[in-house]
T-cell receptor, first 113, second 114 residues
Framework: EAQVTQNPRYLITVTGKKLTVTCSQNMNHEYMSWYRQDPGLGLRQIYYSMNVEVTDKGDVPEGYKVSRKEKRNFPLILESPSPNQTSLYFC????????????FGSGTRLTVV | QQQVKQSPQSLIVQKGGIPIINCAYENTAFDYFPWYQQFPGKGPALLIAIRPDVSEKKEGRFTISFNKSAKQFSLHIMDSQPGDSATYFCAATIKLNGNNRLAFGKGNQVVVIP
């Protein structure tokens, strides 16, 4: 089954403790992206990647890092999480970016206390 | 900076009604306008999309109407069913730095009452 898999689904952590949210897709998509979803703000792009070793900032990149060492994986790294990063995070992949539709993962609900 | 503005924020209709969600944009460089549907606990899923050279597109009970001169587009859900209750996001894409960037509206919660 074609899918984007994120782990974990739920995570509660403390301020400052580094964490990684993993994302993997099995569709051989070149484009991958991370979004955060907050009430009243919709979906905002954090980082995106057009291919292996090619990444760039989205609209809200502060406090996040990403890497794309393999085509299928696109982890999101929070080096020093803060409470304002409490949010619902989605990884998505696409054949060629927004014009071809994104397939989203099921989300990771992160709480930073 | 909200590049795609969506209204109304929420909508409640009776089964069989036609909820209509409107979106407006400013940047005329946008060249693809998708709608995503999101059920609770799930990620958004592409529902239907339109390009600016087309004024209307239908897929099943879902229709997009596009008004290029007004820079507006809308989603109509014909003969709505309780299973259509979800959050709907309009979006628009623009090519920036070689990437087809996708900008989302804030989302609209639609509730269809049996």
């Amino acid at each position: 089954e074609a899918q984007v898999t994120q782990n974990p689904r739920y995570l509660i952590t403390v301020t400052g403790k580094k964490l990684t949210v993993t994302c993997s897709q099995n569709m051989n998509h070149e484009y991958m992206s991370w979004y955060r979803q907050d009430p009243g703000l919709g979906l905002r792009q954090i980082y995106y990647s057009m291919n292996v070793e090619v990444t760039d900032k989205g609209d809200v990149p502060e406090g996040y890092k990403v890497s794309r060492k393999e085509k299928r994986n696109f982890p999101l790294i929070l080096e020093s999480p803060s409470p304002n990063q409490t949010s619902l995070y989605f990884c998505a992949s696409s054949f060629a970016g927004g014009n071809y539709g994104y397939t989203f993962g099921s989300g990771t609900r992160l709480t930073v206390v | 900076q909200q590049q795609v503005k969506q209204s109304p924020q929420s909508l409640i209709v009776q089964k069989g009604g036609i909820p209509i969600i409107n979106c407006a944009y400013e940047n005329t460089a946008f060249d693809y306008f998708p709608w995503y549907q999101q059920f609770p606990g799930k990620g958004p899923a592409l529902l239907i999309a339109i390009r600016p050279d087309v004024s209307e597109k239908k897929e099943g009970r879902f229709t997009i109407s596009f008004n290029k001169s007004a820079k507006q587009f809308s989603l109509h859900i014909m003969d709505s069913q309780p299973g259509d209750s979800a959050t709907y996001f309009c979006a628009a894409t623009i090519k920036l730095n070689g990437n087809n960037r996708l900008a989302f509206g804030k989302g609209n919660q639609v509730v269809v009452i049996p």
